[in-house]
Nanobody
Framework: QVQLVESGGGLVQAGGSLKLSCAASGRSFSRTIMGWFRRPPGKERNFIASINSIGSATNYAESVKGRFTISRDNAKNTVYLQMNSLKPEDTAVYYC?????????????????WGQGTQVTVSS
């Protein structure tokens, strides 16, 4: 079992930046594939980014490519999401998630572990 706790959300103006953190505990974080998802108001949860267990491979949704960066520090059991050039349409609850096996990293149903979410609001 993995417990995940997100932090770093808040209110920011369009064009600004935020860095989300997700602290993991409970098992070997260094063997867990990690992802970030978001749920905009009134919409379904969708994929943002993923990173493999050692941080050597990443994947991004087209909507955030070039603006967001996922990274991890296995020594600190933490995964990050650096968000730059934020837009009002980035407003959502952001979730980190973990999975034990590769494949299908864009699909939330393949992740076994979820945080409680953190709100990000981008004002225009």
């Amino acid at each position: 079992q993995v417990q995940l706790v997100e932090s770093g959300g808040g209110l920011v103006q369009a064009g600004g930046s935020l860095k989300l953190s997700c602290a993991a505990s409970g098992r070997s974080f260094s063997r867990t594939i990690m992802g970030w998802f978001r749920r905009p108001p009134g919409k379904e949860r969708n994929f943002i980014a993923s990173i493999n267990s050692i941080g050597s491979a990443t994947n991004y949704a087209e909507s955030v490519k070039g603006r967001f960066t996922i990274s991890r520090d296995n020594a600190k059991n933490t995964v990050y999401l650096q968000m730059n050039s934020l837009k009002p349409e980035d407003t959502a609850v952001y979730y980190c998630a973990g999975k034990d096996y590769g494949g299908g990293t864009i699909y939330p149903g393949t992740y076994a572990y979820w945080g409680q979410g953190t709100q990000v609001t981008v004002s225009s």
